[in-house]
């Protein structure tokens, strides 16, 4: 029978030192909320049920932690009397009985399921107390893990440590997971006897040997338990999950040229075989199929880029973006919410908005889909293997029919059948001489405006 788990997540902090007008568990990492990377990963490791204790802006960060298929309990915590006593406000949710208590922090994001599956699987092989540690060659500061023959015999704070505890550099995290049918008899053991008055959760390892039962280290890498208090370590944790995600889909088929120059969200989907040139920046919800080229500088949010496709350099697909196989957007052209078809060319210095562009049409320079007419939003519809000439207005809502050509320069306030050739702009007339009697007069006029000063 799978063993019960429930998830402890402490997410009450003041954020004080974030200086921020909201709770820091809601500050993004790759555009998702701290406390929404940490549920994921909750999940992930197989546990559906959590305790969720939050204080400032309650709503907002039960909201940001709530996934689908878990079962959230908010519970507010007033007072901040320590780890110990933040665990207990969980009282009633662990006193349900479960295997295992998993405890675990909303500014610690970058979590992965590994650690939290190991120190569960030390709980089922008979640890009451399995406490999350990681290696540093920096352990200033930190709690030490004290190890003898196997076991965590301590977790010595650094001001309370000897020389040689110092010198110890595998350090406490916070993270830890307790024996479920004994959580409740710990923790209310848990004094404040110290000089801040605050409930340790730390006291429970020697509590639990105290009792006769053994509690144990897990390890996991540094960079995972990495937590944040400030605008600066938030820049560390977006760097950190940065690279891990950009590794992983280098891994998986992704060229990247220069890879540290491109940013991605936590849903960016990129396909085997697709090339990202540099400083490429993908919003959310964008989908990059194998065998797309993003070029450089281009910045793609909510769209959707076929195989073949070719993006930039320095373009920007807004949310809506579709552009099917073998397409292409060009330089300094902007997309929003807009089918462009197969084979289809949007080039250089356009826009296209609220539009259906067909399969192998295109779209000439420096034209525009004049979609919104300051109240509502209009579409424009442009068939297969339509031309459209350079520096040409699509007035919406229009249509071009399949096969249609229209000229340069034009303004297009009708429908355009299919084969047509549509002329909107007016005819050029010549003036000899006009030129320099223009810039007489204007020189006249300089010449009087100086002489009056």
Known sequence: MARRCLAVILAAGDSTRMKSSMSKVLHPVAGRPMIAHVMASIAASGINDVALVVGRDAERVTKAGSLEGMTVESILQVERLGTGHAVL???????????????????????????????????????DVAVIGFHTQKPTGYGRLLVENGELVAIREEKDATDAERAVTWCNSGLMAINGRKALDLL??????????????TDL??????????????????????GCNNRAELAVIERLWQERRRLELMVSGVTMIAPETVFLSHDTQIGQDALIEPNVVFGLGVVVEGGAVIHAFSHLEGAYVATGATVGPYARLRPGANLAEGSKVGNFCEVKKAEIGKGAKVNHLTYIGDAFVGAESNIGAGTITCNYDGVNKHETRIGEGAFI?????????????????????????????????????????????????????????????????
């Open 389 to 453: 000439g350079s520096n040409s207005s699509l007035v919406a809502p229009v249509t071009i029919g399949d096969g249609a050509l229209v000229a340069s320069g034009s303004v297009i306030t009708r429908d355009v059948p299919a084969d047509a050739l549509a002329f909107g702009r007016a005819r050029q007339e010549m003036k000899p001489g006009g030129a320099k009697k223009i810039r007489e007069k204007n020189l006249a006029i300089k010449a009087a405006r100086k002489a009056g000063n």
């Open 205 to 226: 390892v020697e509590i639990a040997r105290s009792l006769g039962g053994r509690a144990v280290a897990v390890d996991a890498p540094e960079s995972e338990l990495t």
């Open 89 to 127: 406000m969980a009282r009633d949710a662990i006193a349900r009985g479960y295997d295992e208590i998993l405890v675990a922090y909303g500014d610690v994001p970058l979590i992965t399921p590994g650690p939290l599956m190991a120190a569960r699987e030390a709980l089922a092989d008979g640890a």
């Open 188 to 201: 209310s053991r848990i004094g404040n006897t110290n000089t801040k008055g605050e409930y340790y959760l």
